[in-house]
């Protein structure tokens, strides 16, 4: 009938529980109503671990307690998220949460920064997610470093406006991580765009990167 057979298909194994097969024998058969009853467990950080085993093999996805809390603990929390919330809680206290235009140091980092984004693009398009996560994680890693070394508390004192340009850039990392982190964390990152400026989400995109 002329239709395309498709080029490819992709498979995933079984879901088990700390490593065992879930069984309602064995105690061990959670359900997404179950996991999202557990007092203060958000279905984001669910997605995010899940994104971040999701390769295009058939292997299972081992849903492991321990190392949950230690993927949403380190990565998300403590790399992402610090990353978010440190560049706008600077910008909000010491700038009326405005920000400035960018020089051309500013924008000579951030053209580095262009091929990661590719790159977490093209693992979303081969429906590599855990390589995807990894690339969120590494922009990420580079925002929290550029803060860092910049040391904007510190530099405020003896040039504002540089200061100013850094936690610019700063936010144009944010805003791009953001974007790219759409698909695993819609709701949070949704949250973080509007702060930035983001009136209708729906048309936020990829093409809207750098």
């Known amino acids: 009938v002329g239709f395309n057979l498709p080029s490819e298909i992709i498979v995933h194994g079984h879901l088990t529980i700390n490593g065992e097969k879930m069984s309602k024998s064995r105690g061990n058969f959670l359900t997404a109503k179950d996991y999202l009853g557990v007092a203060g467990h958000e279905p984001e950080f669910l997605r995010f671990y899940y994104a971040s085993h999701l390769t295009k093999s058939i292997g299972d996805i081992n849903l492991d307690f321990e190392e949950f809390k230690t993927v949403i603990n380190s990565d998300l929390v403590n790399n992402i998220a610090n990353f978010v919330h440190r560049t706008l809680v600077f910008i909000s206290n ?19 920064l262009q091929p990661k984004y590719e790159a977490v693009i093209k693992h979303y398009s081969e429906c ?20 860092q070394e910049n040391q904007p508390w510190q530099l405020i004192k003896t040039d504002k406006k540089k200061c100013h340009r850094v936690v610019t850039a700063a936010a144009a990392i944010v805003k791009d991580l953001m974007l790219l982190a759409l698909p695993i964390l819609p709701k949070y990152s949704e949250k973080v765009l509007r702060i930035l400026g983001y009136e209708n989400i729906d048309n936020a995109s990829f093409n809207d990167l750098g």
């Open 128 to 147: 590599n997610f855990r390589e995807a996560v990894k690339g969120l994680l590494e922009i990420s890693s580079i925002g929290n470093r550029y803060f």
């Open 94 to 112: 010491n700038f009326d949460s405005k920000l400035d235009t960018l020089g051309d140091d500013e924008k000579f980092f951030l053209e580095q």
